[in-house]
């Protein structure tokens, strides 16, 4: 069974070379995998909240992710070489389209005052990241069973080294960029200032 997000993609894989200008099918940016990362930070009970991190961080992906260690000590953060500090997910295949089709149709729009996600957040390589600072917007989170708030950090690597072209791909997969009309009152009164 072919998932709808991927049978999307490969619907608006000849659209999307006709509007970048690409010479062969083959060209059009691809989603590569998503890379959840979650850091639990400098928590008091750190070895609980890595083991809340795991379960939760599960629940959302649908895959068991692995621990992250820390590279060296640093005495200020109380932190030793070696010890958990996160959690991390790699999401191929299927497994991935889900994940970035609940991410896109559920969770998103469940952020309040949402207006868009930044659409400058790429790093130069085509590779698009996505903050996200509560998991209570995922449905599968149950509120009553939050412990304590975690946030996520979501990289979409793609084939492509133009981020421009990157974007227009996550957008025909229906990544919601914010467009210049909705950009928030601050940034607003920056630009007025």
């Known amino acids: 069974m072919e998932h709808t997000l991927q049978t999307l993609y490969k619907q608006k894989r000849t659209e999307l070379k006709t509007q970048l200008g690409l010479s062969n099918i083959h060209e059009v940016p691809k989603l590569e995998k998503i890379v959840?990362?979650?850091?639990?930070g400098s928590q008091g009970e750190r070895k609980q909240a890595v083991e809340d991190a795991v379960n939760?961080?599960?629940?959302?992906t649908g895959q068991k992710p692995?621990?992250?260690?820390?590279?060296?000590a640093i005495a200020n953060f109380k932190l030793r070489e070696g010890e958990n500090v996160g959690v991390k997910v790699t999401l191929r295949g299927p497994k991935m389209y889900d994940f970035m089709m609940r991410l896109v149709?559920?969770?998103?729009?469940?952020?309040?005052?949402?207006?868009?996600?930044?659409?400058?957040?790429?790093?130069?390589?085509?590779?698009?990241?996505?903050?996200?600072?509560?998991q209570s917007i995922f449905p599968e989170i149950e509120l009553d069973k939050i412990k304590r708030s975690l946030g996520f950090d979501i990289t979409f690597v793609t084939s492509s080294n133009n981020d421009d072209h990157a974007r227009e791909m996550l957008r025909a997969l229906g990544m919601p960029f914010r467009t210049r009309a909705a950009q928030p009152k601050k940034e607003e009164e920056a630009a007025a200032a």
Do not use: H, M, Q, W
């Open 36 to 40: 959840v990362n979650c850091a639990v």
């Open 66 to 72: 692995i621990i992250t260690k820390s590279k060296k």
């Open 105 to 134: 149709r559920t969770a998103i729009p469940r952020i309040r005052d949402f207006r868009g996600v930044a659409p400058r957040s790429f790093d130069g390589r085509g590779n698009y990241t996505l903050g996200i600072t509560d």
């Open 56 to 60: 939760e961080v599960s629940l959302i």
